[in-house]
């Protein structure tokens, strides 16, 4: 396998581990029951689809999977970190392994937008000169949904041939965007959002110690979601949006304008604060319209959520309008975005529409 690694990798959630160096995955039982079952019950199938919402643990799966097959099937699925395997895995230079995801551009020093058909094709050489050594040889695509036209033909060829003793994992958000004749060669595992006890061990394990029950409240099972919270700092930017939301009916324009102002710093290496901000005004909008037909949510994502969704959200009535509102934002921010507008004068606007806004009668 080719060792070179990025500076930085394009598989990997910003301010989080890459996936290899996971010890095991947490949660996901059910998924990892029926794949182990099935590979000592019969022949393996060739292509295996591994669905889900973003950062619930796909591609940690995988990886976890990978070391598995590649180890012998062992009667436990987690191979230690020590093992020459899981080191040889870490440093991306096992032989009977495959990684493909986007490339960084040599010119730009960024990473490609697509993933491209140069990328699908080592696989074709990869299985091609592995195969003399004999055994298992296992690839993984992450993320198969960024493949181009061309690279999506091309893995539609290498699945319609599958080599012997090749496993290939792909790992998908939004499988319904593949050639349907790329999922009918594969079998599926469908991942769910990561249980609140999960995610509450998967973060003890990141070092989170504060916040881990209003991290896994916002980020609704993903804990890529999650992670991504703790390294750009948004639940003391949620609990501004509930502060401010706090002053209503009379908006706090000068805190208004600190989030909008905010939203407009420019992204570093932890993320896009315009993308943030918008992110959790849409989580803060569907749980005002959730707590108007359900009760305010526990536990808490912010100190004085539960009460302002009381006053601010207290029937199904209510519920509908935050929720029509909460299309709206996402319509406007991606309109906006569109179009180049300037995203501190873009939310400070969304703020004040939404502090306008009227409970339909």
């Known amino acids: 396998m080719n060792t070179d690694q990025p500076a ?42 591994i669905t889900g919402p973003r950062g619930t643990g796909k591609a940690t799966l995988a990886w ?3 070391r598995w097959l590649l180890a012998g099937q062992p009667d436990r699925l987690q ?57 298992m040889r296992v690839a993984i695509i992450d993320s198969a ?15 319609e041939e599958p080599p012997e003793n090749a496993i290939i994992f792909l790992i998908s958000h939004q499988p319904a965007q593949l050639l349907p004749t790329i999922r009918s060669r594969c079998r599926l595992l469908r991942l769910g959002p990561v249980s609140g006890r999960d995610m509450d061990e998967i973060l003890h394990r990141f070092g989170v110690e504060d916040g881990r029950d209003r991290l896994a409240a916002l980020s609704g099972g993903s804990v890529g979601e999650a992670l991504r919270l703790v390294g750009q700092d948004g639940l003391a930017i949620y609990q ?20 909008a102002d905010l939203a407009g710093t420019r992204p570093g290496p932890e993320g896009d604060p315009f993308d943030l901000v918008v992110t959790l005004l849409d989580r803060f909008l569907s749980r005002a ?12 994502a912010a100190a004085g959520e539960a009460e302002l969704f009381t006053r601010i959200a207290p029937d199904d009535r209510v519920a509908r309008d935050w929720a029509a509102a909460q299309a709206q934002l996402s319509a406007r921010a991606r309109a906006g975005r569109a179009v180049n507008l300037d995203p501190s004068a873009l939310v400070l606007d969304m703020l004040i529409g939404l502090a306008q806004r009227k409970p339909s009668s």
């Not at 949904?145 to 699945?159: F, G, H, P, R, W």
């Open 64 to 66: 976890t999977l990978t």
């Open 240 to 259: 501004q949006i509930v502060d401010l939301f706090a002053t209503l009916p009379r908006l706090d324009r000068q805190a208004a304008a600190r989030l």
């Open 79 to 135: 191979i230690p970190p020590d093992d020459p395997l899981s080191r040889r895995i870490a440093a991306l230079a096992e032989p009977r392994l495959q990684l493909v995801r986007r490339s960084v551009d040599d010119k730009t020093g960024r990473p490609r937008s697509e993933l491209t058909v140069d990328e699908v094709r080592k696989l074709l050489s990869f299985f091609h000169l592995s195969a003399t050594d004999g055994g």
């Open 145 to 159: 949904d960024e493949m181009n036209t061309s690279a999506a033909n091309a893995l539609l060829k290498l699945l």
């Open 289 to 300: 319209a959730r707590a108007g037909l359900l009760g305010p949510p526990l536990p808490e």
């Open 8 to 49: 930085f990798e394009t598989d990997q959630v910003p301010g989080a581990p890459h996936p290899r160096h996971a010890e095991r995955t947490i949660g996901h039982g059910a998924a990892i029951q029926d794949f182990m079952d099935t590979a000592r019950r019969e022949r393996l199938h060739h292509g295996w689809l």
